[in-house]
């Protein structure tokens, strides 16, 4: 309380000593400048345990993913101080990772361990009670991506889709635990991991952003049941989920058999089909559209007469008695106003072959 003073009538000086650190205190002095010949020593112990002040520590603080942080709980008093009271009950519950131990109790020393792991990145806060009472400490543990090397993986898998329809699909770049590395902007890529002569559309090949490669705009044209492969240098590849691609919705007009070369008015020398397709090419086999054809390109005046109109049936429309009446060298038009349409390979028509035979010979005879 004082340090400094005079002695009474008795030759005494008195004071009192306080600490609310448990320990020995050693207090020492002098008398007119001289040191005393003696000391005395005080021990402080500490008080009755305070559930509030107990303390939690976590060692290491930061750790890589799947590794383990120990967790020192001691129980304190009101003061502070590390009470060695054994057999206090203690409660952990961490909100991240998994906890080794969630209850237990003190061991002599007033302490309680477990173990912390986390296969996830982030922060974990640890709480927690004596007897029930919760502590005012937490401890936090940073858990960073794991030391393994990073891999791909499908975030976002392709999902059904229509012939030709548009998807998208995301790849990340992970570490062993599948927690993103938002540093790595690898360029990664995406191919049908069997074709089968199917064809995938789209930008099939970017850029990672903060370890995410967003792939929009994608398609593929036949029908059937796929899967991708995503792959980057040094990463590997990863396959994705099965997706099917189905018959979509009648989209276009498509010569099956396109026209072959015919005689002036008799009919082309075999007949014309036509399908009704998905975006994706694939015959809608629900199809009826009507379907009309008419001349794109040819002889001027020329004329197209026969069956030109014909309802398809299962998504076909055979057309078998298209009639030119000039000769020269044609494409046609296959339409219907709710379908694109399509225009066929070039071919002739030419004079009938009898009769250039038999012109023919009497050019000779004359």
């Known amino acids: 309380a004082e340090t400094d003073g005079v002695t009474d009538g008795d030759g005494q000086f008195m004071t009192t000593l306080t600490s609310t650190l448990a320990g020995t205190a050693t207090v020492t002095g002098t008398a007119d400048g001289t040191d005393f010949a003696n000391s005395a020593e ?4 500490a008080s009755d345990f305070d559930a509030s002040q107990t303390t939690i520590n976590a060692d290491p603080e930061q750790l890589a993913a799947g590794q383990t942080s120990t967790i020192i709980v001691q129980v304190r008093d009101e003061h502070g101080n590390a009470v060695a009271e054994p ?57 960073e991506l794991g030391e393994g090397l990073n891999e ?37 890529s995406i191919v049908l991991t069997e074709a089968d002569g199917a064809t995938l559309s789209g930008d099939t090949t970017i850029e990672a952003v903060e370890g995410v490669a967003v792939f929009d705009g994608l398609s593929v044209d036949q029908a059937g049941f796929y899967t991708l492969t995503a792959s980057a240098a040094g990463l590997g590849e990863a396959e994705s989920d099965s997706f099917e691609i189905f018959v979509g919705e009648p989209a276009a007009l498509e010569f099956d058999r396109q026209p072959r070369d015919g005689v002036i008015d008799g009919p082309l020398m075999r007949p014309v089909t036509v399908h009704v397709v998905d975006q994706g090419g694939n015959l809608v086999t629900s199809a009826s559209h009507t379907i009309e054809m008419a001349i794109e390109t040819g002889p001027e005046d020329a004329g197209i007469s026969g069956d030109t109109e014909i309802d398809a049936v299962d998504g076909v429309a055979e057309f078998t008695n298209l009639i030119f009446d000039t000769l020269g060298h044609y494409t046609i ?23 250039r035979d038999r012109f023919e010979v009497t050019a000779e005879t004359e």
Request: hydrophobic share 35%; proline share 2%; glycine share 10%.
């Open 42 to 45: 005080v021990t402080f112990t």
């Open 87 to 143: 057999d206090v009950a203690i409660s952990l519950e961490t909100d991240l990772g998994e906890l080794a131990e969630t209850d237990g109790v003190t061991d002599a020393s007033g302490q309680f361990e477990t173990g912390l792991t986390s296969t996830a990145t982030g922060t974990a806060t640890v709480t927690g009670s004596a007897n029930g009472e919760s502590f005012d400490d937490t401890a936090e543990v940073q858990f």
């Open 152 to 188: 791909l993986a499908f975030d976002q898998q392709p999902p059904d889709s229509a012939g030709g329809g548009e998807f998208s699909v995301t790849v990340q770049i992970v570490d062993e635990f599948g927690n993103v590395d938002t540093d790595a902007d690898d360029e990664v």
């Open 333 to 355: 038009t296959a339409s219907n106003d709710e379908l694109d349409n399509a225009i066929s390979d070039v071919f002739e028509i030419r004079v009938d072959q009898v009769f």
